[in-house]
């Protein structure tokens, strides 16, 4: 079992930048998916970006050249966002397969079963 703990949220201005953690404790194999999601009320949760353990990344059209996701030796993973828009306004969360390396990353919810609780961004312009 994988526990996911996601912070760093907050309120900025556009333009600004902020960078999400997401601390992982539990199993996490040496081959496996985490992506960042996020969600506004009312709308699907998308991806945003995606990552597999052999460093593949996917990002979501909006974010290309602003997000960049990583992770460390501990497998926490964090997710750098530069020159916010409002439109990035969402709940983000921290997903996790465990023990499968998608090719290519996934966006497909279904596809990730560790889930974290979440950290709000609001961006105002």
């Known amino acids: 079992q994988v526990h996911l703990v996601e912070s760093g949220g907050a309120s900025v201005q556009a333009g600004g930048s902020l960078r999400l953690s997401c601390i992982v404790s539990g199993e996490l194999c040496a081959t496996h998916s985490m992506a960042w999601f996020r969600q506004v009320p009312g709308k699907e949760r998308e991806g945003v970006v995606a990552i597999n353990s052999g460093g593949s990344t996917r990002h979501t059209d909006s974010v290309k050249g602003r997000f960049s996701i990583s992770q460390d030796s501990k497998r926490n993973l964090y997710l750098q966002m530069d020159s916010l828009k409002p439109e990035d306004t969402a709940m983000y969360y921290c997903?996790?397969?465990?023990?499968?390396?998608?090719?290519?990353?996934?966006?497909?919810?279904?596809?990730?079963?560790?889930w974290g609780q979440g950290t709000q961004v609001t961006v105002s312009s």
């Open positions: 997903a996790a397969k465990p023990c499968s390396n998608h090719y290519p990353p996934s966006f497909a919810t279904p596809d990730y079963n560790s």
